[in-house]
């Protein structure tokens, strides 16, 4: 009920096209000036397909189909809950809603139960541990499970457990540990082809953690940037082809526990994904919200999965191929900030500044320039390698 108050009072203070041009540009979309249009933030936009309808204060994108009020916009970018959303706006735009504060009785009853549940969690967690120790190496002879026991802690669970694990018995687990190594439940490994939600245990743990965090922390540490991937197939192909600084996001969404947890160890993620459109949704809206909380993005597109990949390419191949990408993702970025530098560069200049200010600016515009362009020559040249050796793979398999 209260929440529904605090709604209204956020929506009839705050302009929606307000705080989306904190995040993109808007132009007139019509003539009347009720419609306002953008790039859109949830999937890669190379028009303007995102709408604002400026009287009825709601945004909604042709392509992807994003839509919603003010406090949703700010729910998707930041990957929070509706009432975060409400308290973050407030704050913004300086609306004193003082009843807010009354709100925080519902969440001291929240920690209370959670105190109850602390006493029922030491329980749990020596049953976890029975079960991770319990847990047998999988006699198929696919090699990869070889590496994902050892370095995933991929096993077979026992058929006969506990009761309430009965739904993971006899399947194949993966351990899921928080960042201080602490066993915090299992998740099923999902190989097969089919794609419904795997099991999991407690019920809510992949909206918590992430998949392979702890495992991955060293390496994150040494590389100093981390893989993320959608699913605990693709997690274990790259820790088992050597890429042992991957995470997997196993939700659909990344939420904001994820992100906290995330930049908790680096700020610089590459987030690997497949092209199709609401794979693009999901991906624009984690690249939002962690760049919203501070981090760096590389986006990491693939033409198909990378399990199907896996299977048609050496591996020795297939890590050369994601080596290189990943180099080359790396430069276009530092490509992308040297073009914005040459923009600030071009706007100073048009600024008043003296003859002297001027002539050191046109040279720095010239040492960039040629950084950009040998910047370019070198990509393009590389990439072209990396996509013919690409092409040839598929027609050799195919
Ligand atoms: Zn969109």
Redesign the pocket.
Known sequence: MKMKIYRQQIIEAVRLEDVVQRYTNLYRGSKSGKTKRGK?L??K?RGN??RINVTEQIYE?D??K?RGDVIHFVQAIVGCKEFDAIRMLAEWYHIPVEQLENFTSDTEEKRKKESVSRLFSIHQEREFYFILRSLSFCQCNNPIFVYAHKLLELGVSPTVLPDTYSHISGRMLFPVRNGEGVLQGFVQYMGGKDQKRSVCYPKDLVNRHLLGLYHATDSIKKCRFVYLVWNNKDLLIMHTIGFTNTVACCEEELTFVHVRQLLYYINQVVIVYTEEIYKQ?RTMKAAARLSFHGAEIYYFPLSQKLSSIFLHRQTKELEYFIRQSTRLIFLEKMKDYLFLQLEKIELLLNEICSFEEKLELRAKQFLIRKKVDKLSILLEKNWQCLYKTNQEEVKLSS
């Open positions: 859109c949830f999937h936009d397909a995102l994108c392509v992807c994003e949704v």
